[in-house]
T-cell receptor, first 115, second 108 residues
């Protein structure tokens, strides 16, 4: 298994541009989520999904959209990038819909810079 | 408010010594806690977990202790090695909240 795969690894955007961060997992995990990690801030939850067709907001959802059309994929969209969205983004998945009771598996992140 | 936090941002230990990383939580409806390790340039990796019906759980060179009375969690690493150098996070599944992390530095 490849686990959780994130692409691209690095991205530079200009303010106002849009882009999609890709996340795919091959473990048949029901639960998937996106976090951003900023220096000194730890990891903050952006959006999550407990299964195909179901998404919900996390702690910091503004400026981001998600969809979950398949079990395997959970893309994160930035519609109009802002410098405040400069961060490292991590996708994570879990094998149980009940995410309270199973550990998360993380990708290796996408480092995004918005100028 | 509810939070998951860490007592020390950086911990420096000598190779071969034992390391103890602490974590405090204020309120939690979840009985499940997890420790993650994050190496530079990588995503967090699962180390060990514990449920609130346990006080202690041991893995390979790692032990997690849970004190529900004072809402305190600790990760003990035995015979710390250079490969243990990383940032360590505690995680509570109730609010899906991570602490800011403790950086463990191992020197020879």
């Amino acid at each position: 298994n490849a686990g959780v795969t994130q692409t691209p690894k690095f991205q530079v955007l200009k303010t106002g541009q849009s882009m999609t961060l890709q996340c795919a997992q091959d473990m048949n995990h029901e639960y998937m989520s996106w976090y951003r990690q900023d220096p000194g801030m730890g990891l903050r939850l952006i959006h999550y999904s407990v299964g195909a067709g179901i998404t919900d907001q996390g702690e910091v959802p503004n400026g981001y959209n998600v969809s979950r059309s398949t079990t395997e994929d959970f893309p994160l969209r930035l519609l109009s990038a802002a410098p405040s969205q400069t961060s490292v983004y991590f996708c994570a998945s879990s094998y149980q819909r009940d995410y309270y009771n199973s550990p998360l598996h993380f990708g290796n992140g996408t480092r995004l810079t918005v100028t | 408010g509810e939070s998951v936090g860490l007592h020390l941002p950086t911990l420096s230990v000598q190779e071969g010594d034992n390391s103890i990383i602490n974590c405090a939580y204020s309120n939690s409806a979840s009985d499940y806690f997890i420790w993650y390790k994050q190496e530079s340039g990588k995503g967090p990796q699962f180390i060990i977990d514990i449920r609130s019906n346990m006080d202690k759980r041991q893995g390979q060179r790692v032990t997690v202790l849970l004190n529900k009375t004072v809402k305190h969690l600790s990760l003990q690493i035995a015979a710390t090695q250079p490969g243990d150098s990383a940032v360590y996070f505690c995680f509570n599944t109730d609010k899906l909240i991570f602490g800011t992390g403790t950086r463990l530095q191992v020197f020879p």
